[in-house]
T-cell receptor, first 115, second 110 residues
Framework: KQEVTQIPAALSVPEGENLVLNCSFTDSAIYNLQWFRQDPGKGLTSLLLIQSSQREQTSGRLNASLDKSSGRSTLYIAASQPGDSATYLCAVRRTGSGGSYIPTFGRGTSLIVHP | ETGVTQSPTHLIKTRGQQVTLRCSSQSGHNTVSWYQQALGQGPQFIFQYYREEENGRGNFPPRFSGLQFPNYSSELNVNALELDDSALYLC?????????FGPGTRLTVL
């Protein structure tokens, strides 16, 4: 059974800091890994999707890396801003029966960036 | 905006009742998935539908069931509600593996 762990569970930093959020998973037979952002009581917004054959993806101030063999992914946020405050979730997908892709989510890292 | 909408936004039910939650996707989003997210937890995968057939299911009992319709809308039905069913229910849809999430329905079971 796939287990996904995110560290730290919570983070509070001053504006401008560079941040590293960690995601680890127990089964390396994954199809892809995706990072999401969730604002309180809201749905999920996709940030970055890394296929199992890829090592990293970048979008603006965000960079995500994937080391499938060690079961780890890192989300790097450069020059953090108060608007980055949210919960960050990582999800790992495996292939299931019938062509489905079964995701397993971590519990998230709750980030507060204060001015 | 993801183009995925859910209704209602909030719902209160009592234990033992039945509930139907609805999701409306964009045209071409042949895959829809439903998730349960308890407070402080990550989303838990309930099931996935592809072209109106269930093709993947998480560790949820049969009282959780769903339907997907040709007009890209879908439903999540939960029978015999329990207190632990209180959660945010998320629907996600997409043309392929990448999926776009709706804002969720907050269900409270008293």
């Amino acid at each position: 059974k796939q287990e996904v762990t995110q560290i730290p569970a919570a983070l509070s930093v001053p504006e401008g800091e560079n941040l590293v959020l960690n995601c680890s998973f127990t089964d390396s037979a994954i199809y892809n890994l995706q990072w999401f952002r969730q604002d309180p009581g809201k749905g999920l917004t996709s940030l970055l999707l890394i296929q199992s054959s890829q090592r990293e993806q970048t979008s603006g101030r965000l960079n995500a890396s994937l080391d499938k063999s060690s079961g780890r992914s890192t989300l790097y946020i450069a020059a953090s801003q108060p608007g980055d405050s949210a919960t960050y979730l990582c999800a790992v997908r495996r292939t299931g029966s019938g062509g489905s892709y079964i995701p397993t989510f971590g519990r998230g890292t709750s980030l507060i960036v204060h001015p | 905006e993801t183009g995925v909408t859910q209704s209602p936004t909030h719902l209160i039910k009592t234990r033992g009742q039945q509930v139907t939650l609805r999701c409306s996707s964009q045209s071409g989003h042949n895959t829809v998935s439903w998730y349960q997210q308890a407070l402080g937890q990550g989303p838990q995968f309930i099931f996935q539908y592809y072209r109106e057939e269930e093709n993947g299911r998480g560790n949820f009992p049969p009282r959780f069931s769903g339907l997907q319709f040709p007009n890209y809308s879908s439903e999540l039905n939960v029978n015999a509600l329990e207190l632990d069913d209180s959660a945010l229910y998320l629907c996600a849809s997409g043309p392929g593996v990448e999926q776009f999430f709706g804002p969720g329905t907050r269900l409270t079971v008293l």
